[in-house]
């Protein structure tokens, strides 16, 4: 049962453009959302991540929108570089179950320069 | 400091063999997570260490099993290989003293495991 729904598959954005993924999550005793990013050949590396106490959170280019009663999160790439071309996947988790994450099936980001 | 080292990288089995894969976590964390990233299922959560006990397991056959040592260092096994078993297997560790949310988690590079 896929808990964490991603999308789109793949997103191709110019240079300076915003970049857009979006995610919807089911189970509601999650409470933590962190975005990951992956280049190939590396791990995947915490990009920023979200409690559902706030709507927003905003570090650099990077902002999570997160909108609870929908079950829905999304990340904003503000001024896309081409050095952000890379697998960007969302998670969830509860807290309370330690490290368990599970994850979004993953948005390729080519951003053209 | 160093990062989530794993050995080796890259491995080639055939069926019905077993492996062993070996984390080594950030100095200090006493965390230790695996996951299985594959192109059809994506990144699945295996197990969590901490402190030499398993603490929390997910939705793999028994095939699957790992520990850790008293250095943090863990190890995880997967017995009678199969073709879908073909993935790469991700560490990563983390304090754990914190709760998880507080506390991030950084992954390592990955073991390519070839099952053919």
């Known amino acids: 049962q896929q808990q964490v729904k991603q999308s789109p598959q793949s997103l191709i954005v110019q240079k300076g453009g915003i970049s857009i993924i979006n995610c919807a999550y089911e189970n509601t005793a999650f409470d933590y959302f962190p975005w990951y990013q992956q280049f190939p050949g590396k791990g995947p590396a915490l990009l920023i991540a979200i409690r559902p106490d706030v709507s927003e959170k905003k570090e650099g280019r990077f902002t999570i929108s997160f909108n609870k009663s929908a079950k829905q999160f999304s990340l904003h790439i503000m001024d896309s570089q081409p050095g952000d071309s890379a697998t960007y996947f969302c998670?969830?988790?509860?807290?309370?179950?330690?490290?368990?994450?599970?994850f979004g099936e993953g948005t390729q980001l080519t951003v053209n320069p | 400091k160093a990062g989530v080292t794993q050995t080796p990288r890259y491995l080639i089995k055939t069926r019905g063999q077993q492996v062993t894969l070996s984390c080594s976590p950030i100095?200090?964390?006493?965390?230790v997570s695996w996951y299985q990233q594959t192109p059809g299922q994506g990144l699945q959560f295996l197990f969590e260490?901490?402190?030499?006990?398993?603490?929390n397991k997910g939705n793999f056959p028994g095939r699957f099993s790992g520990r850790q040592f008293s250095n943090s260092r863990s190890e995880m096994n997967v017995s009678t290989l199969e073709l879908g078993d073909s993935a790469l297997y991700l560490c990563a560790s983390r304090n754990g003293f914190r709760r998880a949310g507080a506390d991030t988690q950084y992954f390592g590079p990955g073991t390519r495991l070839t099952v053919l």
């Open positions: 100095s200090g964390h006493r965390s």
């Open positions: 260490y901490f402190s030499e006990t398993q603490r």
């Open positions: 998670a969830a988790s509860k807290v309370a179950s330690g490290s368990r994450l599970t």
